[in-house]
């Protein structure tokens, strides 16, 4: 069986080499049979990888522990899913699964996309194939996952017992499909450069693409944080940590390209700036994966060891990076900007700054993840730069951003009028400063608190309003009902409202973590059978320890009853005891609420049926994995705008004066059967 | 002055902001990453600093004092060793022999006070631990 997985990647290997050899050779040829052959090349990639996938998957599910990738990350012990689950739990099939996702990606493009991007399509899926070419390459020759173990073992090494976990075995599937989805929208940008593609074609494709990614990635870091909080058992959900920030990174940096779009496809403006986030975005996915293969970072809490892949991955890099320099210089007269900044106070200035402001902290935390091998190579000792330095410089980054992000709706493009702003704001400030107050009385006191509450809750009044004037304009020409002038309003324009709800979420993730560092509490006890505890409306009974058998593991957990407003709950803190693994695995008890989180820990058992248990109260943090839930559905719903019919409309409003009231026109006119007055 | 001037200088006052703001955060907000071995040999130089340091934790050194939450082992790397007292709860994950970071600074009675202790988790990309192919 390993055997046809071996031909399965030599296959996908030689598939990639010729449908980037003969597709980048055929851009010039322009043969029409070879232009075909390359698109069923390129899905051939596809179901040989997927091949590859199912065989691995098969052997780890039946257990064929003579194949290394099988023997080192699972046993008999393990259930299915985890089983299945540790495909992408090493090293060999994580790079396996890497390279299939982007498989996909590219047969996806030459399938769906060549018909109607006839022009940049051809050209992006050798890009895509290239990038093939290196991960069937690393799956072929350096770290296959068909390769067998001296012996014949009847049982695997088993699945690091903190992997196994519902959270885990989403999260770095979600994580994959973003990451390696950068590179779909960077190689369509390479290949409209070089096209000379004018940037109305371009800028949607790439904007889908990027969406889709983006999508993924951000579900995919907040369901890390809540592994972290779900399994490690320190109560927190982000600690600043490498392999934390190798996601935040392009994620960052996506974020700005997402909006540096925005003024492309108005304004035209700051063409090269965007051209270089969207290749950094895809970079940045590169120099995530080299920190966490590499070992070049010894101060994570993973104690990333090197797995031998990473000095490829630099290569990589600098070819993409090198690759990418040269497209854009070539083709300079592409990136010219149209039209020139009138003002500050504008809509692209907000952009232009919400842009710098997002590239600043993809910056900070680069140069921060970094600073131990800097500072070794620059002041011959290793320094560390602790989370108090990633917070004081992001949270007031981010203060400013979500400031911008309530100011931008009201704002009109090319140049804004300050007594319009001032009046369209006038509603929502006031809505922040009421929460503002109110927050202080519920024990939001420092100034990075309250101020905190008082501007998201402004910059999300700023969001609502715009679906309540939209939905107020259409009841006023006719529309029955508030609820079917919503619907209209969103439905007529689903990118423009798809964006609000996805700036909503991330305003309620910015809540839920102002919120879970204020008035949080943390004490560890020790408590013995029958004793009661009482702490923040809590009463907690401590009935005695209990053990129990599950696969794989014996669990040994502290039972408590808990009391609050009249309901009892029980919970379990406990600790795993996993086969050849002498020290527990913390099972951690979570009482869920919108509003606050009581979470418990079983540290240790002293003797005498006692148990010391830490307990904490973590305020707010469920609103992060809300804003999760609503941030996937604001980018669905700005996804699903009609495929060619997604530019975003002009208000009349946005643009002042007399020339640009005709430009507002002109673009309005444009849309077809779309009237801009929403 | 032209508005692009303007814009660019504008551009240039965030940016310098910003960069001055990450130096001040660096100096202030930073730590000596050392290993045992390394602390050991520059002991001088680093004995009134807070600094992080890595190594093993000596299995057969750990001793947890439940009534006083104390925590007592000994760090190792290369051969050097570092008496080590950590005031907290017991480490969840797998410690004995884990790779671990303490925080802290020297005692006065040459034992390393640790205000943070940290258990590196295992490599993800890497084998299981029992794995020895």
Redesign the interface.
Known sequence: MPELGRYALLLAGTSAFYTAGIGAWNYRAQSARLKESTRGAAVAIALALTFAVLVLEYLLVAGDYQV?AV???TDRALPLLFKMGALW???AG?VLFWGWILSLYTAFAAWRSWPREDRMTPLAVPILAGLLVFFTGMSNLVVNPFRL??GNPVN????????QNLVMTIHPPAMYIGLIGMAVPAAYLMAALWTRMPSVEWVPVIRRWMLFSWMFLSAAIILGGMWAYME??WGGYWEWDPVENASLMPWLAATAFLHALQIEERRGMFRWWTALLGISSFLLTLVGTYI??SGVL????????G?GVGPYFVGLFWTVAVGALIVLVLRRDQLRDKM?????FSKEGIYL?IN?LFA?LAT?VL?GTF??VISKAVLG?????????FN??SVP?FLVLVLMLGAAPVMGWRAARLRQVVRRLGVPWAVGLAACVLAYTQGFRTVLQCGGVGVSVFAAASMVQEFYRAARARRRSGTPGWLLALYGTVNSNRRRYGGYIAHLAFLIIVLGVVGSHTNNLAV?T?LRPGQQIAMRGYRMMYRGLGTSSHGGYQLLDARLDVERGGRVVREDPG?EFFR???????AVAIDGGVMEDLYL?L??T??HQ?A?V?IFVNPMVSWIWIGMYVLVAGTLLAMGAPAHGDAALVRAWEFTGEDTKRRGRSILAAVPGRSGHD | MTKKLRLQMGALVVLGALTYLGFQGAHNFSNYFLTVSQYRRDMGRFSGMAVRVQGTMLAPSVQYNSATSTLRFRLVSKGQSLPIIYHGAMPNEQFKDASAIVKGHMGANGTFDAQKLEIQCPDHYAAAPNAST
Request: aromatic share 6%; no cysteine.
């Open positions: 290394q023997y080192n990350h739990g090493g090293d994580s173990v001296a695997g090494a088993g699945l690091d017992p903190l992997l490690l058992g966490t293969r010894k101060n994570s809490v993973h104690s990333f060891t797995t020139a900044l009138t003002t500050a700054l710098m600043s900070i140069v600073y131990p000792t290793t320094v560390v730069l602790t989370v108090h330095f004081s410089l980054i560890t020790t600790l050849g693994s002498a020290q527990p695995v913390a820990v540290e240790g002293p003797g006692a010391t830490q």
